[in-house]
């Protein structure tokens, strides 16, 4: 058994599918993920 990470955009979500039905990937989880940074300034890194 091998774990493998697949990070996708939602608009090619049914190629990711097609692709696994191609090789034989019956069984997946997947989950929705909302990204988010919050990177400090740079003057406030500066300072």
Not at 16 to 29: G, Q, R
């Amino acid at each position: 058994m091998k774990l493998v990470i697949v990070t996708a955009v939602g608009e090619i979500e049914k190629d990711v599918l097609t692709l696994f039905k191609k090789v034989n990937i019956e069984a997946f989880s997947s989950a929705d993920m909302d990204g988010h940074k919050n990177a400090p300034s740079l003057l406030t890194v500066s300072s």
